[in-house]
């Protein structure tokens, strides 16, 4: 059996698939074995201090090595570790990535927000698109939103922005990056009349859930801000009760929902498909790519 792995050190949490990787008469395609997540919010300290602290970065070590060993019990020939906006935006990422190698034996790649967004493409979304309208992909993380347009199920523009959960939750999002993403939406999406948004991430991937539509379906604007304004008005403590939510979601569903709504309030959207990859889907994906096509 071939075994891929991926880690993707976010924002707000760090994870590790191992995909059970096989061939079909339509190619390569791999199969979800094992999928560990920690919440480790790197975001914290790298949007407030530039800095990721030493008690944090021990924790880093500690998850990496852990994954280490469970990438060497269950036999993973290949793996890709690409850290995002928290480790991009801290002084010491070099230092970590050293440190990483030597007490892990993980070669970690941080990775700049084209890469990130080229990443997730390689989940090829578009190919299960309709070619009679266009879309918006939005990729929601912890310091981070990449997006993408889609017109004729090929790949218009794209963009990364600094706006995200944990940035918002730490008040470190500008307004001016705002403005720079309404103004990179209005222009990209001008004269589509016709769109869709795609979107990806852990929150949108719960607020889905949550809205109990079909696979297959899309969420409307509507089912969204509902669920939107429901969250809102609890505390933290009650959301975690009340909507059954780890600590680590409870807090960043909101912001999250604040983005994707935003966004489909500047271009009209009226639904969203939530396909469930991610970043992980993504780096599998391009490793199926790069060794074996």
């Given at each position: 059996?071939?075994?891929?792995?991926?880690?993707?050190?976010?924002?707000n949490?760090?994870?590790?698939?191992?995909a059970?990787?096989?061939q079909?008469?339509?190619?390569?395609?791999f199969?979800?074995?094992?999928?560990?997540?920690?919440?480790?919010?790197?975001?914290?300290?790298?949007?407030?201090d530039?800095?990721?602290?030493?008690?944090?970065?021990?924790?880093?070590v500690?998850?990496?090595?852990?994954?280490?060993?469970?990438?060497?019990?269950?036999?993973?020939?290949?793996?890709?570790?690409?850290?995002?906006?928290?480790?991009?935006?801290?002084?010491?990422?070099?230092?970590i990535?050293?440190?990483?190698?030597?007490?892990?034996?993980?070669?970690?790649e941080?990775?700049?927000?084209?890469?990130?967004?080229?990443?997730?493409?390689?989940?090829h979304?578009e190919?299960?698109?309709?070619?009679?309208?266009?879309?918006?992909?939005?990729?929601?993380?912890?310091?981070?939103?990449?997006?993408?347009?889609?017109?004729?199920?090929?790949?218009?523009?794209?963009?990364?922005?600094?706006?995200?959960?944990?940035?918002?939750?730490?008040?470190?999002?500008?307004?001016?990056?705002?403005?720079?993403?309404?103004?990179?939406?209005?222009?990209?999406t001008?004269?589509?009349?016709?769109?869709?948004?795609?979107?990806?991430?852990?929150?949108?991937?719960?607020?889905?859930?949550m809205?109990?539509?079909?696979?297959?379906?899309?969420?409307?604007?509507?089912?969204?801000?509902?669920?939107?304004?429901?969250?809102?008005?609890?505390?933290?403590?009650?959301?975690?009760?009340?909507?059954?939510?780890?600590?680590?979601?409870a807090?960043?569903?909101?912001?999250a929902?604040?983005?994707?709504?935003?966004?489909?309030?500047?271009?009209?959207?009226k639904?969203?498909?939530?396909?469930?990859?991610?970043?992980?889907?993504?780096?599998?994906?391009?490793l199926?790519?790069?060794?074996?096509?």
């Open positions: 059996m071939l075994r891929y792995a991926a880690i993707d050190i976010g924002s949490a760090v994870r590790l698939l191992i059970d990787i096989s079909t008469d339509k190619g390569f395609e199969k979800k074995n094992t999928l560990v997540r920690v919440p480790l919010r790197l975001g914290d300290d790298a949007f407030l530039h800095h990721i602290s030493d008690r944090k970065v021990e924790d880093l500690k998850t990496m090595s852990a994954f280490r060993n469970l990438m060497d019990v269950y036999q993973v020939s290949k793996y890709l570790a690409c850290a995002t906006s928290a480790m991009r935006e801290s002084d010491n990422g070099k230092e990535i050293k440190l990483l190698k030597k007490k892990a034996d993980i070669d970690l941080i990775i700049e927000g084209e890469r990130e967004a080229n990443i997730i493409y390689a989940n979304i190919a299960s698109l309709s070619s009679d309208k266009g879309y918006l992909y939005i990729d929601v993380g912890g310091g981070s939103t990449e997006l993408s347009v889609f017109i004729n199920k090929e790949l218009a523009a794209s963009k990364s922005f600094n706006i995200g959960t944990i940035r918002m939750l730490d008040n470190q999002d500008k307004p001016e990056t705002w403005e720079d993403m309404r103004a990179w939406v209005r222009e990209n001008k004269g589509q009349k016709n769109m869709a948004a795609i979107g990806t991430g852990g929150n949108i991937n719960k607020l889905f859930r809205s109990n539509e079909k696979q297959s379906d899309p969420m409307s604007f509507l089912k969204l801000k509902t669920l939107y304004n429901s969250l809102s008005s609890y505390s933290l403590k009650e959301r975690m009760l009340v909507f059954n939510l780890n600590a680590d979601r807090d960043v569903i909101i912001p929902a604040e983005i994707y709504l935003t966004l489909m309030k500047w271009t009209g959207i639904q969203i498909y939530v396909p469930r990859v991610g970043m992980v889907d993504g780096i599998i994906n391009l199926m790519e790069e060794n074996l096509v």
